[in-house]
């Protein structure tokens, strides 16, 4: 089993959030593949210190996600997901536009802001403007959702030793 953690950056740096991702995806006790989806990527994916704890980066690097649509993304996403129990993102403008297309996709339920992780099932989740908290079990073939980042630690900076896959998909919103 194995978890996908969608991996946020502005074309130059690496979302520093990443970093809470990835230590929400190591309570889930898998292994962790970060996806990387961009256009000129190569300073980043050398410039990788925020990404201790992943086992594989699969870069997708084109021209024509250099604006980072969801539309597009998304179905890059989802051609992946199928290969994973989770598929996480950061609560974020970025995720939560991405997010559920990709669960649309895939015909799971989202699964949003989590603020804590229970077993690979069960989560903690706010609800009623914040007021309250949700315990969640879903039984989806694979779980897709936004964490809450401010909820969990950072992990460690460290260097970077990744086995790193080079994508070619692409898939363009006509």
């Given at each position: ?65 250099e ?25 974020s ?22 603020t ?8 903690i989740r ?5 007021n ?27 260097e970077?030793?990744?086995e ?11």
């Amino acid at each position: 089993m194995t978890v996908l953690v969608v991996i946020e950056h502005d074309g130059t740096e690496i979302k520093p959030s990443v970093r809470n991702l990835i230590s929400a995806a190591q309570q889930l006790g898998h292994d962790i593949h970060g996806i990387m989806i961009g256009f000129n990527l190569s300073s980043l994916v050398e410039n990788n210190h925020l990404l201790a704890g992943i086992d594989r980066l699969i870069v997708n690097d084109h021209s024509v996600y250099e604006a980072q649509l969801a539309e597009n993304i998304s179905q890059v996403i989802a051609q992946y997901a199928p290969n994973y129990t989770h598929v996480l993102f950061a609560s974020s403008t970025y995720g939560k536009d991405t997010m559920p297309r990709v669960a649309a996709l895939l015909d799971v339920e989202p699964l949003s802001d989590v603020t804590n992780i229970i077993d690979e099932n069960t989560f903690i989740r706010p609800i009623y403007a914040g007021n309250a908290n949700a315990v969640v079990h879903s039984s989806a073939k694979i779980q897709v959702m936004t964490i809450r980042t401010s909820a969990f630690s950072l992990t460690k900076e460290s260097e970077f030793a990744v086995e790193i896959e080079n994508s070619q998909v692409i898939i363009t919103a006509d």
